[in-house]
């Protein structure tokens, strides 16, 4: 099990007034001009961003391709608009998926009164290429997974009381990113931030320390 703690990071973005004005980014891998060579991705897992948006503050329209982009909004509301002709409110609790393919444009804004954050994650797919299509699910439940078949992965997201105990799937790797609270596994603690990259998850369980919000991808190759 590889932990990452939130502090190792990369901050990204400008939180102070200016061009981007507004953004604060967390990088858990490398990411635009943050290059690790030993951080570049974990099997199909290749970004998971935590963006925090100030209101009025967003990214405008830029590209994407060969790339499955998967958006876990914390707080607030995120507004996407993309090429293909989806405009989507994505709220607390709900999962986006962007399925980029050979190639599609979006904008990504916060035109709430309130403050935005939302994780972002970015995974490689089996096959590049095909057409862009659009996934929104609004308020998912711990007991529906989110598949996601183009890259042979399935994200599970769990809400725990403190105390209560969820199983590691047991697959070839897991990607843990925990959303708030404090959790323990496999005799490491993990706190909001921090993430662990496992395999060899026999057995494993993941225990609320806290109340807590964890995000696994349980994935079939790494």
Known sequence: MDVRRSSDRFRGGDPAPGVSAGIETLHAFSFGRFYDPDNLR?????????ERLSPGAGFDEHPHSHTEIVTWVVEGELTHRDSAGHATVVRAGDVQHLSSAAGVRHVERNDGEGPLTFIQMWLAPLEPGGEPSYTHVAGI??????????????????RLAEGERTAVPEVAGVYVHVV???VRVGGEELAAGDSARI????????????????????????
Do not use: I, K, Q
């Open 141 to 158: 439940a711990d007991s529906t997974p989110y598949a996601l078949p183009e890259s042979r992965a399935m994200l599970h997201v769990r």
């Open 199 to 222: 395999t060899e998850s026999g057995g494993l369980e993941l225990v609320a320390l806290t109340a807590a919000e964890v995000l696994m991808w349980e994935l079939a190759s790494v």
């Open 42 to 50: 974990f099997g199909p897992v290749l970004a998971c961003n935590e």
């Open 180 to 182: 708030r609270g404090e």
